[in-house]
């Protein structure tokens, strides 16, 4: 836990501007894993919870409250830079601070009885809430960069993101797993100081892998922004068909061109070729495609994959996703299959 916290604060990373946002969810990471190692070794090191339960409760359920803000708002920055704000940092430490006072109250000065036992639960039900809208927010982070990404760029890098739902989703099973484990008898105590170690290992891989990534994600999510203007002087203004007709006749001779087989451009670079701006061809592919921008520039290269499969027998499954457009052989084969229901190499075979 110290190496991972300390790993997270002070690790370099490429000296490049964009990387800031990055470098600030991971130092919050940080924070909150130095945290949370704190507590375990008091639990460790001072046997806190066999010489008073009470306390080592109340020391559990205040870092927990705190730990899930700081773990939320890190992963919800990387999607969102703009989360953090002075005014909600307010509000979540106010709550932490009501939170832990009133847990303190409940463990320390009321006597044992069925009042206490119901105003813990009552607090356990708090935080299990608290847990579950931050997680919420932070899905409905990534669903918006989701649709972000396939109405911005030709190629899915939602992939790179996937991470953060599935950590998300983990993170919840974990948070409430651990707030029960709090109230497990002391012989059980190790159950839960194992169980950090998969999760956070995973959190570690998890960035340092995203890091690769990064760079790519976060252009992507700065076009949204610099579009934004664009889209109130256009957003007024129907989508009418003389927009879609410059649209269709400089679209032709683009499609005629194959060059969707061209990888990794955006819906604003091709806006820009095509003479009109992002909005009104978001919307031109919506009307009569019935699709995103990624799905109908995935279908584009798809049929011609499948050209290619059948014209050029000799080239490899490689050479046919690189010259169709497509990043990753592994993509190429995953779009394939869920179209035709079956991998290319098969498909191909008389």
Same mark, same amino acid.
């Given at each position: 836990?110290?190496?991972?916290?300390?790993? #997270?604060?002070?690790?370099?990373?490429?000296?490049? !501007?964009?990387?800031?946002?990055?470098?600030?969810?991971?130092?919050?990471?940080?924070?909150?894993?130095?945290?949370?190692?704190?507590?375990?070794?008091?639990?460790?090191?001072?046997?806190?919870?066999?010489?008073?339960?009470?306390?080592?409760?109340?020391?559990?359920?205040?870092?927990?409250?705190?730990?899930?803000?700081?773990?939320?708002?890190?992963?919800?920055?990387?999607?969102?830079?703009?989360?953090?704000?002075?005014?909600?940092?307010?509000?979540?430490?106010?709550?932490? !601070?009501?939170?832990?006072?009133?847990?303190?109250?409940?463990?320390?000065?009321?006597?044992?009885?069925?009042?206490?036992?119901?105003?813990?639960?009552?607090?356990?039900?708090?935080?299990?809430?608290?847990?579950?809208?931050?997680?919420?927010?932070?899905?409905?982070?990534?669903?918006?960069?989701?649709? =972000? #990404?396939?109405?911005?760029?030709?190629?899915?890098?939602?992939?790179?993101?996937?991470?953060?739902?599935?950590?998300?989703?983990?993170? !919840?099973?974990?948070?409430?797993?651990?707030?029960?484990?709090?109230?497990?008898?002391?012989?059980?105590?190790? =159950?839960?100081?194992?169980?950090?170690?998969?999760?956070?290992?995973?959190?570690?891989?998890?960035?340092?892998?995203?890091?690769?990534?990064?760079?790519? !994600?976060?252009?992507?999510?700065?076009?949204?922004?610099?579009?934004?203007?664009?889209?109130?002087?256009?957003?007024?203004?129907?989508?009418?068909?003389?927009?879609?007709?410059? =649209?269709?006749?400089?679209?032709?001779?683009?499609?005629?061109?194959?060059?969707?087989?061209?990888?990794?451009?955006?819906?604003?670079?091709?806006?820009?070729?095509?003479?009109?701006?992002?909005?009104?061809?978001?919307?031109? =592919?919506?009307?009569?495609?019935?699709?995103?921008?990624?799905?109908?520039?995935?279908?584009?290269?798809?049929?011609?994959?499948?050209?290619?499969?059948?014209?050029?027998?000799?080239?490899?499954?490689?050479?046919?996703?690189?010259?169709?457009?497509?990043?990753?052989?592994?993509?190429?084969?995953?779009?394939?299959?869920?179209?035709?229901?079956?991998?290319?190499?098969?498909?191909?075979?008389?």
């Amino acid at each position: 836990m110290l190496f991972f916290g300390f790993y #997270f604060l002070l690790a370099k990373i490429p000296e490049k !501007v964009i990387f800031g946002n990055y470098l600030r969810s991971r130092r919050i990471i940080g924070i909150a894993l130095l945290l949370l190692a704190a507590n375990y070794s008091v639990h460790f090191f001072f046997g806190i919870r066999f010489k008073n339960a009470n306390a080592a409760i109340l020391m559990n359920l205040s870092t927990y409250f705190l730990c899930y803000w700081l773990f939320s708002s890190a992963l919800t920055t990387l999607l969102d830079r703009f989360y953090i704000t002075k005014r909600r940092l307010r509000t979540h430490i106010s709550l932490w !601070v009501i939170f832990s006072i009133l847990s303190c109250i409940v463990l320390m000065l009321l006597p044992e009885g069925i009042l206490q036992t119901i105003a813990l639960f009552a607090l356990a039900a708090w935080l299990v809430t608290y847990g579950f809208v931050l997680a919420r927010r932070l899905i409905l982070a990534y669903k918006r960069a989701i649709r =972000i #990404f396939n109405e911005t760029y030709s190629d899915d890098i939602g992939a790179y993101i996937k991470w953060l739902s599935i950590f998300t989703w983990w993170a !919840v099973i974990f948070g409430v797993g651990c707030g029960l484990l709090t109230f497990l008898p002391d012989k059980y105590v190790y =159950i839960w100081i194992l169980s950090s170690i998969p999760f956070y290992g995973y959190l570690f891989y998890s960035y340092q892998n995203y890091m690769i990534f990064y760079e790519q !994600v976060e252009r992507t999510l700065e076009i949204e922004n610099a579009a934004d203007d664009e889209k109130k002087k256009t957003e007024t203004e129907k989508e009418s068909p003389k927009y879609f007709d410059g =649209i269709e006749s400089s679209l032709t001779p683009w499609l005629e061109n194959k060059s969707y087989t061209q990888s990794g451009f955006t819906i604003q670079d091709m806006a820009k070729t095509l003479g009109t701006n992002r909005t009104y061809l978001n919307a031109y =592919i919506k009307d009569k495609y019935h699709a995103t921008f990624c799905e109908w520039i995935t279908g584009l290269r798809l049929e011609y994959a499948k050209t290619m499969l059948k014209e050029h027998p000799e080239m490899s499954i490689q050479k046919i996703a690189e010259s169709s457009g497509f990043l990753s052989r592994s993509y190429f084969i995953k779009s394939f299959t869920e179209k035709e229901g079956c991998t290319p190499a098969k498909w191909r075979k008389p």
